[in-house]
Structure formats: C-alpha cells, structure tokens
C-alpha cells in the first residue's frame, strides 16, 4: 500500500492509526482553537498522529435555514490559526472548483464530500495542486466503485489518496456499514479511513435536518481498528446537542479519550 504524507504524518502501509477530528463545521474561532488544543494533549499522550477537520462552508445542508459555517475567506483564517497555534494539519471539504485553489493555500488535505466524489471536475481540481486529498466514498457507491474516481485523482500525477468509508444507504433515512469496504478498497493500493460519526448519521431524520445515533460511534469504531483501518474520522464537539451542525451523530469532546484509549488497544493487539 501507498503511503500518504502529510506533513510528519504518515498514513497507511502498517504506520499508525490516525485520528483525523474536529467539529462538524467552523462555529467559532474560539471552539476550533480549544477542540484542537484538546484533542491535540490526548492524542500526543496515546502516540495517535492527529489532524484537525472542521468545514468552512457545509454548501450541501438539506434545508436553506441550515447553518453553513463562516465561508471560505473567514473560515480558512480559522484553519490558518489552528495550524499556527496549535501545529497540526488541518483538512476541510470544499464543494466548488473555484474555491479549491483558495482553500489549498492553506489546507493539508482537500476532502471530497461523499455527495460530490463522482464529480470529475472538483476531484481533478483538487488532486492538481498536489496536495493530499481524501475522497469519502459515496453512501451510494459500492466499494468498488471507488476505483474510477481514485483513477480520476492519479491522471494529474497526484498519488497522495486517502479514501473515507462512511456507510452506504439502506433503505429510507438510514446507513449501515458494511466493513467488507475497509479491506476492498485498500486492496487498491490507497489509506482506507472510517468515518464512524457520519456512518451513524440518519439523513433527514428530523425532518429538516439530519439526526444520528451516537450511542453507535464506539463500538463501530472499534469494529473498525479490528477490521485494519488506516485511521478514524470523529466529529468531536464539547456540547454536540447544542451543536450548530450535526449535532446528533457528533462525540462529546469527554468521551473522545476513552475511545481513543480503547482504539489504540486494539492496533496494539492486531500489531
């Protein structure tokens, strides 16, 4: 397997398990620069590579009420800080082309929103300015059908691929994770992460908006380190009902540890 650079990190091909986690999207300076710095002393005394997420802009909500974050100009100025203050990479969506070469001055990873992977334009766009992208798979795709899309980021020269397992539809208003993906989609030659918070989403669930069962979040994400992930992808929040955006399958910023504990665990027993 390919490994993936960012920065000192090093993800995949046996290095270690990588926590990538944040809020769902930007609310404040203050919340990213304090969950970064948190989540930062817990991952350094567990030895678990870390790189702050959080979403400038989230352009894909269901309703047109729905919080969408600060944008791009503001937004990349708080990624900016976490990346100064608290020294760790820092990796958000971007859902337009136009936004792409902005956000790569100052991004570590470009993700691919699961609903825009199959999206030829913004996928070669990204992978251009060579930086690492990380594609999360569509809830629509199977595994497999990752491999066009990942053929679609290597015709730019551009090898620094991450893929993002996040649940698959299962009928209305529910996902279901199948962790047959995991092992498919590293067998073409790419870092495989679980995103366990998205994979309990239930999209649409309160109508407006989607719910989550974030009582679900440890043990599929212990399911997964067992299963030979690359990495963890956790929304994390210190009060995830009073959240802006995603509330109901985010963490709690006190629980992170005890599943970060329990995952290191595991990858210690699978090595």
């Not at 030895?47 to 974050?69: E, H, T, V, W, Y």
């Not at 100052?106 to 996928?123: G, K, S, W």
């Not at 067998?187 to 989403?201: E, F, N, R």
């Not at 009902?241 to 290191?264: R, S, V, W």
């Amino acid at each position: 397997m390919r490994q993936v650079a960012v920065k000192d990190i090093r993800i995949g091909d046996k290095n270690k398990l990588v926590l990538i986690a944040g809020p769902c999207v930007i609310e404040s300076e203050n919340l990213c620069l304090n969950l970064a710095k948190r989540i930062k002393e817990m991952t350094v005394k567990l030895d678990i590579p870390f790189i702050f997420k959080a979403s400038f802009d989230k352009a894909n909500r269901m309703s047109l009420g729905s919080f969408r974050g600060p944008g791009i100009k503001k937004g990349l100025d708080v990624l900016n800080k976490v990346k100064d203050k608290v020294k760790v990479p820092v990796l958000s969506d971007v859902h337009c082309v136009k936004d792409i070469l902005e956000a790569a001055k100052v991004l570590d990873i470009i993700q691919i929103p699961a609903f825009l992977c199959r999206q030829t334009d913004i996928v070669v766009a990204a992978a251009k300015t060579g930086k690492a992208v990380n594609i999360k798979k569509g809830q629509f795709l199977a595994p497999g059908d990752i491999l066009p899309i990942i053929k679609k980021a290597e015709s730019t020269g551009n090898k620094n691929i991450i893929i993002t397992e996040r649940g698959v539809s299962f009928g209305y208003n529910n996902l279901v994770t199948d962790f047959r993906a995991l092992e498919i989609m590293r067998q073409l030659g790419y870092p495989v992460i679980y995103d366990a918070t998205h994979s309990i989403q239930i999209p649409a669930g309160q109508g407006s908006c989607s719910g989550g069962q974030r009582e679900f979040v440890g043990g599929l994400s212990r399911a997964a380190v067992a299963f030979g992930c690359d990495g963890l992808f956790l929304e994390v929040h210190p009060d995830p009902d009073k959240a802006l955006c995603d509330g109901p399958n985010m963490i709690n910023l006190k629980d992170l540890e005890i599943l970060l504990k329990q995952a290191k665990k595991i990858e210690k027993a699978l090595r």
